[in-house]
C-alpha cells in the first residue's frame, strides 16, 4: 500500500459537519475523500430542509443557512492550493469494510472503492414529521420555514409575542411548551399530541397547569394557512377543535442516519447516536462519528464544526505519529 492510500480519509456526508472534516482535513495537507450523497439521499438529508439560521454570526443573510455555506467552502477548496487533496464523491455509501491490516474499503453506490486509514461519519438526522389523515404530506410546506420548526435553540425565537403549539406527546414534547413558555412568556401555548394518549408526569400537569397551557388529545385532520404568503393559521382537528397558531414546534424525536455506523458495529446509545471517546472516535478505531450522529452533543452548526475539527486533528495526529516513529526506530 502506498503511503498516499494509507492516510486517505472519508468523510461520509455533505452537511455542515463534513464539509468541515473535509475543509479542516486539506488544511492539515490531509487527502480526503468525501461523499456527499446521491440525489435521493441529499432529500431526506436535515440540512436541505433548513433554511435561514439565525443563532449563526455570518449566516443570516443564506437563503439556505447550511447548504449555500457548505458550497462556497467547497468552491473555494477548489481554487485553492489544496484543492488536489480533496476528490468529492456525488453518490451515498453502500458499505464500509474494515480490513485485517486496520485499513477501510468504502464502496459507493456507483460502483467505486476507496481504501482508506480512517473514517469519518457525518451521516446526520431527519426529524420525524406528524401523520396527518395518514400522511406527512400536509405538514412539508409549512417546515423549516419559521411557521412549522423543529429545534428550539435554533428556532425558539420565533413564538415571542405569537400564537404557539407543539406537536408530540409525552413529557418531551410538554418541556418544549414549558420552556418556551418560561423563556420568551408565550401568552398563547397549546399541546396537540395528535391522537398521542399518554400520561404527563405529576411535575408536567402541575407546571401546565400553572402556566395556562392547553392540551388537545385529538388527532390534526387539517393544517390551515398559506405557506406561499409564510402564514400559518392554526390546525383543525378531527374533533372540529380549531387551535389558532402563528408557529408550531414539532416534537417527536429524530431519525437517525446510522445505518453505516451499525455495519462497523459502533458502540449507539439507547437512541441509535453513535457514542464517542476522545477527540469524537467511536468504539472502533480511526472510526469517527461527527455531527448531528454524534452522542450527546447539542444539534447546532458549531458544534458540528467543532467536533468535525476535533476528529480531523485526531487523524492527523496519528498519521504524523506513525511517521515520526518509523523515523526514530529506524
Sequence with gaps: MSESENFKVAV????????????????????????TGSAKAK???RALWVGKVENMPGHLDYKKGIVNPS???????????????????KSSVSEIIKNSNGTFTVKDEKGGEETVFAVVLAT??????????????????????????????????HV?????????????AAWVAILLKERYDVADMTIITNGDKQEFSEEIKKLISAYEIKVEYSPISEVNGNHKELRLDGFVLED????????????????????LAKSLELELDERGFVKTHKLSESSVENVYAVGDLQAGKKNQIYTGWD????????????????????????
Design 12 to 35: 461520509v456526508g455533505g452537511g455542515s459537519s463534513g464539509v468541515m472534516a473535509a475543509l479542516r482535513g486539506v488544511l492539515n495537507n490531509d487527502q480526503v475523500v468525501l461523499y
Design 43 to 45: 432529500k431526506k438529508s
Design 71 to 89: 458550497m462556497e467552502t467547497l468552491k473555494w477548496i477548489a481554487s485553492s492550493p489544496f484543492a488536489s487533496l480533496l476528490t468529492q464523491v
Design 124 to 157: 446526520g438526522v431527519m426529524d420525524v414529521q406528524p401523520n396527518i389523515g395518514g400522511s406527512i404530506e400536509p405538514i412539508l410546506p409549512f417546515a423549516n420555514v419559521q411557521l412549522v420548526d423543529y429545534c428550539i435553540r435554533c428556532d425558539g425565537h
Design 160 to 172: 415571542l409575542g405569537k400564537k404557539t403549539s407543539i406537536i408530540g406527546g409525552g413529557d418531551g
Design 240 to 259: 372540529e377543535t380549531l387551535v389558532a397558531s402563528d408557529i408550531a414546534f414539532v416534537s417527536l424525536g429524530m431519525i437517525v442516519y446510522n445505518e
Design 307 to 330: 467536533i468535525a475539527v476535533d476528529a480531523m486533528d485526531s487523524i492527523n495526529s496519528k498519521k504524523r505519529r506513525m511517521r515520526r516513529e518509523k523515523i526514530l526506530n529506524s
